[in-house]
């Protein structure tokens, strides 16, 4: 099964359902085809062929969409590029993949001079003109009957994740691994359905929304696009298309639910709201669920999976027993039926249900490792399995709670102190509106715990304050010993706060840190 | 993905579940778990090892369960027999399969003697008593940690199926395909649910019920027995179990409706009904709608395909446009996600949308041929598509019509007739309780038409009156010219009218039938 396939599938099954909804248009799947297919023979008479690189750096639009499928048409493969990077690692990602062509929107042409003198191999520049829909124009001269379909084991896609060290790094994700990770989007609890509508408000560079892409077409659903996120645009959005499902990291909730006019608008055609990408602080969860009578399904995973790792059902959204040290509430739901998972210690072995270790899986979504980099494919997919540098634990009934990235736990005393159950509290002071928690180097303590804290409009909030509210809902040892105030947070693409740059920030030893 | 690892999933998911219900007694899949443990040992102590055939004649039960399971955790390859079979049928097949050992139950015990005569390759026989759940006795001695896990494409199960012709055919089913299999179960329309109880009252060797076997296992559903299928038994498990769901073929739901006691018991508890396996007369049909207020959903598919191709949702169980000649409720329904299917002529080329051709099928469901039959598969998987030998259409929405097998189509004059249009005719008839429609030579016609019919207890009916019958309904050509009155119609395996036979027996020229 490929990528391919979802859409040829689509158009067996789906012809005329709206594959794509815009202001005031309307465009069937059997439509949508012929597009793509016009965008292929484009792509072919440019030279592209099965195995070549095509870089993507373009907001959300159904141009995106479009190459999606018209590259995997070519058997090429994507590289979606994120749109919040640095020239730096755009270069750096070209180069790395050795991409042949370069698509952007208007938004990123004026990069283009740059990116020609530091990439040498690119040889074609597309600009896609998304002020209106239109294809790209079409050589009759090009006979696609003669691209043969990709193989399911052929990479369709090199979706680069900032790694921990050497800058970004390319998952090769094969047909395969992206058929998988659709079929996780129509199996129970998300289940995608014919006729719904998904708006794709988070970026499409990255699987938290482009996870979705491949099963909604199987579906038959309908997208909708919001070039970047707007907390006002998504709820417009969503108004004015009767939105059914929409992805919504935290930070996106975050701001949609504190916006001034939140309450203009009606929001009531949504059925689902899936979260995840970073850890969902409880008392957000709990207000938005207050305020959105929607299903809430959580999703964890990452770009290495495909997207979908565990999926926690809506059902399992039950506060009653959230001082459970193992609430379902908490955890990040149960494993997608292709995704195999085990928490194991420092030499591979299965941890007890109930203890952390590291959260390792296989299966057909496992990418098949990243691009030109041997060594760590060794080490990251030791022995068959995907090691995902979580840390976490599974309880009796298989919810597996993630407890921070490896790299992250602050080791204070003698104690582990895992990040996001220190920022549910410190969240859920009524000053607070983000906040990330970083271990400070400490003579005596080796690590010691800051709060770095962005406040609500108005709040008059201090550090002693601050750590006094810990002190009532925490252990001692967990608790914040030191705060800084900032005015918005580092994130990556879907809103993930970038610990390695708040460290660097933030990071030093102060005097006020101290005891 | 591999059916050890549904269970082993079922464990860390759903270990507290239970997995199956007997009279009185319900064990959980942690426990079954532990049972299929200990049969894999015993297993494992009589030599059981990784490729090696171990054949199963049983009717339905929890060793049943226990063995498809147990089997798998010792690499072995499971070859379960047609309950129905002849002695020689069985023979043929433990000798075809090359099974080393044999399973059988109290009602299957007689035959071993005069098998064991004819298949002196077989080395262990097996006796399971089922008149009280108990697990094989446990070998300390045998440690399965040196059992390693079959990879995917190792072959999980030996499906025998009554080809065409040279007797029954081994499919051969490798995990994933069966795992493929279970995935088409959990997604919409059919979406089994954790928590379901499911009736097995098809027989457990034949894939129209054990292709639901480990998508149960996946989902955390229940599995509940009926030894072999018996229309008033059926009713009073889904009324002591309060069964959710239940495969009935055709058959199975026309014994059951006209039972003298339908009334007498309380099946509200059934939210769906699962038919297929042959086609389904639409009077038929609607009087089960109007019995019986659950979900119906059609299965189309073959044993070569583990099961599932086409899915036809409840909600597309239309009736106001059953006269249209493309109404989905005449349907089988849309391809299931892993099920690519296109409709082709002798030459493998696609015909158009709505014209009759050959159904062919690819995806990873399709077994990998079958057993030591290299020219059958070198024709029936040519291209790699899964040739199904079945005549259909599909309809602008994808809809798939099946109008027959390729064989017993009838051609008359220079017509071809579909023999399931005029059984669906001839079954509409109040005093038919059973039908089927054959080819039968004639010098003028090629072949002419004869309905072989089953009247209801107590109705009269003539040949006259019921080609009458048949000529205000259909076009002059399709109707028969002569019937032919019996007791009972041949059956396989899931109630499919066994139409080779037939012939055998009723398709001689006659004097009626001529002109």
Excluded at 273 to 279: E, N, Q, R, V
Excluded at 280 to 287: A, G, S
Excluded at 488 to 505: D, F, I, W
Aim: aromatic share 8%; with cysteine; glycine share 8%.
């Amino acid at each position: 099964m490929t990528v391919n396939y979802c859409l040829r599938r689509a158009v067996q099954l789906h012809a005329n359902c709206i594959a794509i909804e815009l202001h005031g248009r309307q465009i069937t799947y059997r439509e949508f085809y012929e597009t793509t297919e016009n965008s292929a023979r484009k792509l072919a008479a440019l030279g592209a062929a099965k195995g070549d690189r095509i870089a993507v750096l373009m907001h959300n639009s159904p141009e995106y969409l479009d190459l999606y499928y018209s590259v995997a048409r070519t058997g090429a493969i994507i590289v979606p590029l994120n749109t919040r990077w640095h020239i730096n690692e755009i270069v750096f990602t070209l180069n790395d993949s050795g991409s042949r062509m370069l698509f952007v929107d208007e938004r990123f042409a004026p990069l283009v001079p740059q990116i020609r003198d530091a990439v040498p191999a690119l040889e074609h520049y597309i600009f896609v003109d998304s002020a209106e829909w239109k294809t790209l124009s079409t050589d009759p001269a090009i006979d696609l009957t003669n691209y043969t379909e990709p193989g399911e084991d052929d990479i369709a896609g090199l979706f680069y994740t900032s790694g921990t060290t050497g800058g970004p790094k390319g998952a090769m994700l094969t047909h395969r691994n992206l058929y998988t990770n659709a079929i996780h989007t129509l199996v129970a609890p998300l289940g995608l359905l014919k006729g719904w509508k998904w708006l794709h408000s988070a970026p499409m560079f990255h699987l938290a929304d482009a996870g979705a892409i491949h099963g909604l077409t199987l579906a038959g659903a309908t997208h909708v696009f919001l070039p970047t996120f707007d907390p006002e645009e998504t709820m417009r959005a969503i108004e004015r298309h009767r939105i059914d499902i929409v992805v919504l990291v935290p930070t996106m909730l975050n701001m949609v639910l504190n916006h001034a006019n939140f309450d203009r608008y009606d929001l009531s055609s949504l059925k689902r709201i899936l979260y995840g990408a970073s850890p969902m602080p409880l008392p957000l969860l709990r207000q938005a669920m207050d305020k959105l009578p929607c299903e809430f399904i959580q999703g964890y995973g990452m770009t290495e999976v495909s997207g979908i790792l565990t999926l926690l059902a809506f059902a399992d959204h039950r506060f009653e027993d959230a001082d459970r040290q193992f609430a379902p509430v908490k955890s990040a739901g149960k494993a997608a039926p292709y995704a195999e998972i085990r928490v194991v210690d420092h030499n591979d072995k299965d941890v007890p249900v109930g203890q952390v270790g590291e959260v390792i899986a296989r299966g057909p979504n496992v990418m098949k490792g990243y691009w030109n980099r041997p060594e760590v494919n060794a080490e990251v997919l030791r022995g068959g399995w995907m090691h995902t540098g979580d840390l976490g634990a599974l309880d009796e009934e298989g919810f597996l709670y993630i407890l921070d990235r490896k790299k992250d736990m602050i080791k204070t005393g003698s104690e582990n102190v895992y990040s996001p159950e220190v920022e549910s509290v410190v969240c859920a002071h009524p000053g607070v509106l983000e906040a990330a928690i970083i271990g400070v180097p400490d003579a005596t303590w080796g690590e010691t715990i800051r709060a770095v804290i962005v406040t609500r409009p108005g709040a008059r909030l201090t550090e002693c304050e601050l750590i006094q509210w810990c002190r009532g809902r925490l252990t001692a040892f967990k608790c914040p010993t030191s705060v800084a105030f900032t005015d918005t947070l580092p994130k990556g693409g879907t809103g993930k706060v970038q610990k390695n740059v708040l460290r660097e920030r933030f990071g030093q030893p102060a005097l006020s840190a101290g005891e």
